[in-house]
């Protein structure tokens, strides 16, 4: 599976954008879809998950309420509508997928760590300037 995530930019406080990663390859192997971020100095961190199959989602403590993460299925593409952007969202945001063995249970298991996900994309730069 090949991710290439695009759309990132620069945007004011409390402004909105909107990142997208398309899946490529052999994608049937991908059970779910993960953004994650990562500051200047900081770790990265999970910030929202999507399943292919139902839908399902989930989010980190830090974005919920403000961020939504969609799917298009038939174009195998992933979107992360971020609004209300504050400074600390500034990270570059890379999208990932997972199998998960095929498993609901271990998409819900797995789905906010970075070892659950197998192919990661390139990333794409955000920055919130105040």
């Known amino acids: 599976v090949q991710l290439q995530a695009s759309g990132g930019g620069s945007v004011d406080v409390g402004g909105s954008l909107r990142i997208s990663c398309a899946a490529s390859?052999?994608?049937?192997?991908?059970?779910?879809m993960g953004w994650f971020r990562q500051a200047p100095g900081k770790e990265r961190e999970f910030v929202a998950a999507i399943s292919w199959s139902d839908g399902s989602t989930a989010y980190g403590d830090s974005v919920k309420g403000r961020f939504v993460i969609s799917r298009d299925n038939a174009k195998r593409t992933v979107y992360l509508q971020m609004n209300n952007l504050k400074p600390e969202d500034t990270a570059v945001y890379y999208c990932a997928s997972g199998s998960f063995g095929d498993s609901d249970y271990a998409f819900h298991q797995l789905r906010e760590l970075q070892r659950g996900y197998d192919h990661w994309g390139q990333g794409t730069l955000v920055t919130v300037s105040s």
């Open positions: 390859g052999r994608t049937i192997s991908s059970y779910g």
